[in-house]
């Protein structure tokens, strides 16, 4: 019997062979708003096949094609569609599955743009919406109505990483008859496939871990070749397709990204258990720690627990924006996944647009710091917070 290859030659080599004009070992990049016909009869095939034939690159491209069949091998998906941002691959997925009349379940921890797409967008489209506890299976069971459509989760979820039970959830999509949507961003397919779970469909921003290198944004929809086909009009309506620069960039990040990721996990690790021993922090969150209330799930459902950590300090909001203010190698930004190690305070920036109750529900304190923890030596990393909390006293 075939055994699949290991993620790792998976990153490598899936989706790439050697161009067969030129035997180029790397991707080109084709760089072209729209591609020749042979003739008049070549044109009507290629728009009568759509998806499947080159015409204009928001339709497709080879660069894009590339991406998409890496992607969906790391997923363990049958297919994966490439889009223009996180954003872009939420929307998409999401837009595709409601209408007017229909009803959407969605989980409160959730990026902040996910989480008012479902909060403002969809009522406006007459979609009823239903938002819930995302660490609570039976507050999503109880959110069921005859006329659910999509559940949608992110696990962990941004910032505070609390988790979704997938298993749970997957199983209460199926009896509904409902897709469930899993962004994956945070986790990761090396530290975990929710559709080996009973996701439906998994989503990314690739401008984070798989691209890795803070220097591209895209997005990403992993699942069946039936659901991912059934996307692509949405897609070409709303226009969100990724350059082919981009999703080259994105080739490449992947190529390295288990072996990043392995250190992002590494590195999140020991910074999460030695904030979690200073007196300065109040509390600190990370998958990977006994502390967590949902450690034995992360350990369920996750192979690692991921390279982003979020503590809350003793003084509160204060105290968090002093810290920020008082790092020298941490680089005060939002976006993660990077090499470099990145800070920043949710309510004031990533979250500033949910209201303050939102917030509140989904765990978001005003003194809640997220950190993603880059591959830096992580002494190097735990110095600077040191000097920064001995700085603000």
Not at 150 to 179: K, M
Not at 342 to 361: D, G
Not at 366 to 393: N, Y
Request: aromatic share 6%.
């Amino acid at each position: 019997m075939h055994t699949p290859p290991n993620l790792h030659t998976m990153a490598i080599h899936a989706g790439q062979e050697p161009e067969p004009g030129t035997g180029a070992t790397a991707t080109p990049i084709y760089q072209t708003a729209s591609f020749a016909f042979r003739d008049a009869k070549h044109a009507e095939d290629a728009f009568a096949d759509g998806r499947d034939q080159y015409v204009y690159t928001r339709w497709g491209n080879p660069t894009t094609a590339a991406f998409e069949q890496k992607l969906a091998a790391l997923e363990g998906a049958e297919a994966a569609l490439a889009t223009a941002s996180g954003m872009a691959a939420v929307s998409t997925a999401v837009l595709s599955q409601v209408k007017h009349g229909d009803h959407a379940i969605c989980a409160r921890n959730v990026y902040s743009a996910s989480f008012t797409l479902f909060y403002r967008r969809l009522p406006t489209m007459g979609v009823e919406v239903s938002l819930v506890d995302g660490t609570d299976a039976a507050a999503f069971a109880a959110a069921v109505r005859p006329n659910t459509r999509l559940i949608y989760a992110e696990t962990p979820g941004n910032p505070t990483l609390q988790l979704t039970d997938l298993t749970a959830v997957g199983e209460l999509a199926h009896r509904a008859g409902a897709v469930l949507l899993v962004d994956n961003t945070f986790a990761t397919p090396l530290n975990q496939r929710p559709l080996a779970f009973g996701a439906t469909a998994v989503l990314h921003s690739t401008t984070k871990y798989l691209g890795g290198h803070g220097d591209l944004i895209g997005g990403a929809i992993a699942g069946s070749h039936a659901f991912v086909d059934s996307l692509w009009s949405t897609q070409i309506e709303l226009g969100g397709t990724p350059s082919p620069f981009n999703a080259f960039l994105g080739l490449r990040g992947m190529q390295t990204f288990p072996l990043r990721m392995e250190r992002h996990n590494r590195n999140a690790q020991l910074v999460a258990e030695a904030l979690e021993a200073t007196p300065e922090v109040a509390w600190v969150a990370y998958p990977g720690l006994p502390s967590h209330p949902q450690h034995e799930l992360a350990a369920r459902q996750m192979t690692g627990f991921g390279g982003m950590v979020c503590f809350e300090l003793a003084g509160g909001l204060d105290a968090g924006r002093k810290l920020i203010d008082g790092v020298q190698l941490c680089t005060r930004a939002v976006s993660l996944g990077d090499v470099k190690t990145l800070l920043c305070h949710p309510a004031s920036s990533t979250h500033f647009h949910v209201p303050e109750s939102a917030r509140r529900e989904a765990g978001i304190t005003d003194g809640l710091v997220r950190l993603s923890v880059g591959l830096e030596d992580p002494e190097d990393i735990l110095a600077d917070l040191r000097q920064a909390l001995l700085r603000r006293r």
